[in-house]
């Protein structure tokens, strides 16, 4: 990976990471105005809380991308590296989705059920997005079995496989 490369990741993640310290800022702000001045606490504390959460999930978006191209310089070339990379990042969204859908079903609790289609269809779409991301899973197992791992020609392989040749010696 060039240096511009790793300059623009490093400061996309810094970017992620100072807005998401900012959420926290707001939402900390926001819930304790709420309680001074008495104005519905509860929904000012939801709101902080939802707030946290997108800070939560900007801050996870920020860490990954900055692990996954600054400190791992991962270009991903492998079936595998790509898949666990997916995984990762569909994880992250699927969790913030899951915990926002939580906390508006909570909101709309307190004032009318009519409102609780919103987050119904949110957590459902949580749920779709972890379904297709099993289906990514299960799809993407093959073409990363198939795919054996590189060796070099002078390494030395691992423990584990020289006891399973030793094993076969033996048994066969």
Known sequence: MTLFSRILYTAIAGALLAASVLLIGVAIWRTATGFWTGDGALDTMLDGIGLIIIAVAVADVGKFLFEEEVVNDRELRRPAEARGSLTKFMTIIIIALSLESLVLITKASQTRMSDIVYPGLLILLA??????????????????????????????????????????????
């Open 127 to 172: 749920v779709l997005a972890m379904v297709g991301l099993g289906l990514f899973q299960k799809l993407s197992q093959n073409a990363t079995a198939a795919i054996p791992p590189e060796r070099d020609e002078g390494e030395k392989k691992p423990e584990a496989d020289r006891a399973r040749s030793a094993a076969r010696k033996k048994a066969g």
